[in-house]
Nanobody, 120 residues
Framework: QVQLVESGGGLVQAGGSLRLSCAAS????????MGWYRQAPGKQREWREW??????????NYADSVKGRFTISRDNAKNTEYLQMNSLKLEDTGVYYC???????????WGQGTQVTVSS
């Protein structure tokens, strides 16, 4: 069973930085896409916002709201992805969820979420 464990969330002042990690275990097939979503305070799960994706080949995409401030990366040997968040804004506050796609299984797995709070 694939499990994702996130770490690195916390409280930071506006303009600061945080680095999130997401480590996958129990992986027996190739991980394809990896990425992050976030859920703002008071929003329901269906309003979870896509943040960024990195493909198995290393191509990245970002939501306009984080472009130029966030950087996603992955370490395939460790089945781990990272999200470097710089110049954080109040509106970046939320619970951040990582995911991995395993096409061979036809599944997307999710992390448990990590809280990021940006204060003024």
């Amino acid at each position: 069973q694939v499990q994702l464990v996130e770490s690195g969330g916390g409280l930071v002042q506006a303009g600061g930085s945080l680095r999130l990690s997401c480590a996958a275990s129990g992986v027996t097939s190739t991980i394809n896409g990896m990425g992050w979503y976030r859920q703002a305070p008071g929003k329901q799960r269906e309003w979870r916002e896509w943040v960024t994706t990195v493909t198995s080949g290393g191509s990245t995409n970002y939501a306009d709201s984080v472009k130029g401030r966030f950087t996603i990366s992955r370490d395939n040997a460790k089945n781990t992805e990272y999200l470097q968040m710089n110049s954080l804004k109040l509106e970046d506050t939320g619970v951040y969820y990582c995911y991995v796609d395993i096409r061979a299984e036809g599944k997307r797995y999710w992390g448990q979420g990590t809280q990021v709070t940006v204060s003024s």
